[in-house]
């Protein structure tokens, strides 16, 4: 078990307390501290926040370092009583509130009770988050925040190595994604690639990997005969469309889901945590 974070518990009475600035407006469309900054344009301050004591404390024991929280006193007891925190001197501010103040910062009453900054990291690159792993998720055109959490906490229970986004993916470290996913998000390695898409997918068959594109189309075998390499990597396109013909290109193999009563396609990450268990099993 990881040493407790120490925290320096800070009574916060007043919402405009700029204290408590990286905390504000979670629903606000521009002004969110989760919106990372655009070159020339929005200036965000692309933190990530951590939201429930349980991805609290996955944020404490990842390399995503908090730098603050804001909580109730409850929720403080809670991470203490768990040994994730203990309260000292020179440690990490958290900001202890009343609901109601707490709600007047964040803009909406927060059920879950406490809240983690970060400041995000270097990326890791695709060769480091490769390192020694047999499984990895790769995901193509992924938009939806809460799919993207959803394949994280799936890839965390069923054995994923690594997450790799290729194009038109959304941010996996907004706080949709990293709530819907218990924090996983932030202990599962992931990278993105930074050149040409789907060329770059020659790293992963450099490495040893067998590509196998997950799709109900045409020329696809069962999942079952598509998992048998000693490394796979499993590329998912975006809800509806799917993966692309030029990315299936690239792949070793086509593999799909046996599926009943009509039916031709499984939402994305179910999708994804049938073919994760089917390689684990």
């Known amino acids: 078990m990881p040493h407790p974070l120490t925290v320096d518990v800070v009574d916060i009475t007043d919402p405009g307390d700029p204290r408590v600035d990286d905390f504000r407006d979670l629903n606000s469309v521009d002004r969110r501290p989760d919106l990372p900054a655009l ?10 926040i951590a939201e429930g004591v349980t991805v609290a404390q996955r944020m404490i024991a990842s390399r995503f ?3 603050a929280f804001l909580g109730v006193d409850k929720r403080l007891g809670e991470l203490a009583a768990a040994g994730s925190v203990t309260p000292g001197a020179d440690g990490v501010p958290f900001y202890r509130a009343a609901a ?8 909406f009453h927060l059920n879950r009770g406490v809240l983690g900054a970060a400041r ?33 906490r799936n890839a965390a229970g069923l054995g994923v190595d690594a997450v790799i ?12 994604s990293i709530r819907v996913s218990m924090g996983h998000v932030l202990l599962v390695p992931f990278a993105t690639y930074d050149g040409r898409w789907p060329d ?17 189309g045409e020329g696809s075998v069962p999942l079952a005969e598509a998992v048998t390499g000693d490394k796979v990597a499993f590329l998912v396109g975006a809800e509806g469309p799917g993966l692309v013909e030029h990315t299936m290109r690239q792949c070793d193999v086509r593999a799909r ?16 945590a049938v073919a994760f268990y089917e390689r684990a099993r």
Do not use: W
Request: charge should be neutral; proline fraction near 8%.
């Open 39 to 48: 070159p020339g344009g929005r200036k965000g301050k692309g933190l990530v």
């Open 65 to 67: 370092a908090p730098h």
């Open 100 to 107: 109601d103040v707490m709600a007047a910062i964040v803009g």
């Open 120 to 152: 995000r990291p270097e990326p890791l690159s695709i060769p480091e988050v490769i390192a020694g792993a047999r499984t990895v998720a790769v995901l193509e055109g992924v938009n939806d925040h809460e799919n993207i959490g959803s394949i994280f």
């Open 165 to 176: 986004f290729g194009a038109g993916c959304a941010d996996p470290l907004y706080r949709r």
């Open 200 to 216: 770059q997918l020659g790293l992963l068959s450099g490495a040893g990997f067998t590509l196998v594109a997950l799709t109900p």
């Open 257 to 272: 889901i046996p599926m009943s009563r009509g039916t031709d396609s499984l939402n994305v990450a179910t999708a994804a």
